[in-house]
C-alpha cells in the first residue's frame, strides 16, 4: 500500500498510541463494482512478539519499527513460528484447491 512520506509513522509509541485512542479504520478500495468502503477494527498485541511476527510474514522490511522483515533479521524462534503458521495454511489452501479441482461441476 502507498503511503505519502508525510502522513508515514513508524514511531511504536505513537502509533500504539493513536491505535488506543482510535481503534477503528477505514480502508477505502476500488473493485469493479467502483469504490469499496471498509470498516476495520485496529488491535495491537502487547509487546514486540506478535508484532514481529507479523512483520516477518508481510516481509515488510523498508523502514520497519522492528528488525524482522526478513528471515535472516528475526530472531530465530519468531521465524519458526511464522514458518510453521505458514506452512500450515499452504498445507490447508492445497487441500482446499484439490478439492475444488476434483469437483464435478455444478447443475
Excluded at 477505502?28 to 508484532?51: D, F
Excluded at 526478513?70 to 514458518?83: L, Y
Excluded at 503458521?85 to 484439490?98: C, K, N, P, V
Amino acid at each position: 500500500m502507498y503511503c505519502l512520506e508525510s502522513f508515514a509513522e513508524t514511531s511504536p509509541e505513537i502509533l500504539r498510541a493513536l491505535i488506543q485512542r482510535y481503534p477503528l479504520a477505514t480502508l477505502v478500495s476500488v473493485s469493479a463494482n467502483g469504490l469499496e468502503v471498509n470498516h476495520i477494527p485496529l488491535y495491537l498485541a502487547p509487546g514486540e512478539g506478535p508484532q514481529r511476527k507479523n512483520q516477518l510474514a508481510l516481509e515488510y522490511a523498508p523502514e520497519p519499527p522492528f528488525q524482522a522483515g526478513r528471515p535472516e533479521d528475526a530472531p530465530k524462534d519468531i521465524v519458526e513460528v511464522v514458518r510453521c503458521r505458514t506452512e500450515t495454511l499452504r498445507a490447508e489452501r492445497e487441500r482446499m484447491i484439490g478439492q475444488w479441482i476434483t469437483r464435478p461441476p455444478a447443475g
